[in-house]
T-cell receptor, first 109, second 113 residues
Framework: AQRVTQPEKLLSVFKGAPVELKCNYS??????LFWYVQYSRQRLQLLLR??SRESIKGFTADLNKGETSFHLKKPFAQEEDSAMYYC???????????FGSGTQLTVLP | GAGVSQTPSNKVTEKGKYVELRCDPI?????LYWYRQSLGQGPEFLIY????????DSGLPNDRFFAVRPEGSVSTLKIQRTERGDSAVYLC???????????FGQGTRLTVV
């Protein structure tokens, strides 16, 4: 069965510091991975997906099939990046997503 | 335009009661998803509709849970004989087609007392 693991429940960094949110997955097929973000009092929204290989709000994530990882990175964190981040794996033909338990990122001034 | 709308935003019910949670997807979106998010966890997939039919209901935990989408738009998640363990935030999402971005609603917080 598919599984997504986010080992850090809480992560704090200072503004301007690099940040990396870890995500590991287990899946027998060809994975499609996403990062979702939930800002305070807002709904869950897509941040980026691995197949588009784009940078959104300065964030990037590279799929490493050898290490079964999809870590989210940003070289210089901003206070507005403070939010809950979820890594998700698409395990079906549509958007039947398996989510990790999330990492609460706090960027300190 | 309006996003995915879920009503009510909060629902408190007594153990054993029946509840209905409503989801209004973005207009024109053919795919609709229900997820459940327990405290401290990520969302958990329940069921997915393509049009009016349930294309995948593999995430429904047991037969107390049922969902419908009779006209291919609004969906209702129905929970019979609620239990305290059903307390969670129930999220709805919709997407234009099956392989496009899913947009989430704000969720319904269900508390079973």
């Amino acid at each position: 069965a598919q599984r997504v693991t986010q080992p850090e429940k809480l992560l704090s960094v200072f503004k301007g510091a690099p940040v990396e949110l870890k995500c590991n997955y287990s899946y027998s097929g060809s994975p499609e991975l996403f990062w979702y973000v939930q800002y305070s009092r807002q709904r869950l929204q897509l941040l980026l997906r691995h197949i588009s290989r784009e940078s959104i709000k300065g964030f990037t994530a590279d799929l490493n099939k050898g290490e079964t990882s999809f870590h989210l990175k940003k070289p210089f964190a901003q206070e507005e990046d403070s939010a809950m981040y979820y890594c998700a794996l698409n395990s079906g033909s549509a958007r039947q997503l398996t989510f990790g338990s999330g990492t609460q990122l706090t960027v300190l001034p | 335009g309006a996003g995915v709308s879920q009503t009510p935003s909060n629902k408190v019910t007594e153990k054993g009661k029946y509840v209905e949670l409503r989801c209004d997807p973005i207009s024109g979106h053919t795919a609709l998803y229900w997820y459940r998010q327990s405290l401290g966890q990520g969302p958990e997939f329940l069921i997915y509709f393509q049009g009016t039919g349930a294309a995948d209901d593999s995430g429904l935990p047991n037969d107390r849970f049922f969902a419908v989408r009779p006209e291919g738009s609004v969906s209702t998640l129905k929970i019979q004989r609620t239990e305290r363990g059903d307390s969670a935030v129930y999220l709805c999402a919709s997407s234009l087609t099956v392989n496009t971005e899913a947009f989430f609603g704000q969720g319904t917080r269900l508390t079973v007392v």
